[in-house]
């Protein structure tokens, strides 16, 4: 590697990915200790905020990773457009004539998993693709995560055996997906 800019990047990406990693394995494993049906709730809510959690920080640390390789060799290199994206902002004009840069609100998870899945095939010419039936799973989690946080009935915050089957399915899809993406990032 010829910058060493880009190692702290792909370090600090390791070590994000690692601690997500970590935070979801321990809540996969077996929770037989657990008495009640209220704590295995518990447990299960606690895993599903977990693992969209570390999906959608790993995303953005990707974002980052790509960035810095692409300023490192633009051969592959992105547009303006692909890079504000990276960047979360808006472009928007001033009264004054100048240009002014607004953090994007809001990012959805599908569109934000398949636009960093894109960048990283185009900058790292790497092989990586997602299976239509895998996003169909993460939207679903996500949906999870996003009625047990703001729940508008008691009901909202249960889980259902189905639903677990959707997070650990999700679950080993992000191991594996991470593992490729450390092992594209081990060739650079």
């Given at each position: 590697?010829?910058?060493?800019?880009?190692?702290?990047?792909?370090?600090?990406?390791?070590?994000?990915?690692?601690?997500?990693?970590?935070?979801?394995?321990?809540l996969t494993k077996n929770n037989k200790e657990l008495i009640s049906s209220e704590e295995i709730q518990s447990f299960n809510r606690l895993h599903i905020k977990s693992l969209v959690s570390s999906i959608e920080g790993s995303i953005y640390v990707i974002k980052q990773v790509?960035?810095?390789?692409?300023?490192?060799n633009?051969?592959?290199?992105?547009?303006?457009y692909e890079l504000m994206f990276i960047a979360e902002k808006n472009p928007r004009l001033k009264e004054n004539g100048d240009i002014d840069y607004e953090r994007?609100?809001?990012i959805g998870l599908?569109?934000?998993?398949?636009?960093?899945?894109?960048?990283?095939?185009?900058?790292?010419?790497?092989?990586?693709k997602i299976e239509?039936?895998?996003?169909?799973?993460?939207?679903?989690?996500?949906l999870?995560?996003?009625?047990?946080?703001?729940?508008?009935?008691f009901q909202s915050l249960k889980i259902s055996h189905t639903e677990m089957e959707d997070v650990s399915s999700v679950f080993f899809w992000y191991r594996d997906f991470m593992n490729q993406i450390l092992n594209i990032l081990d060739t650079v």
């Open positions: 590697m010829e910058d060493q800019n880009f190692i702290p990047t792909i370090l600090e990406l390791y070590d994000v990915l690692l601690t997500f990693y970590t935070d979801t394995k321990i790509v960035l810095q390789k692409n300023n490192l633009s051969e592959n290199g992105l547009n303006e994007i609100s809001s599908i569109p934000n998993l398949n636009f960093t899945i894109k960048i990283i095939k185009k900058v790292f010419n790497a092989d990586l239509k039936e895998t996003l169909k799973k993460i939207d679903a989690v996500r999870i995560r996003n009625r047990i946080t703001h729940p508008k009935t």
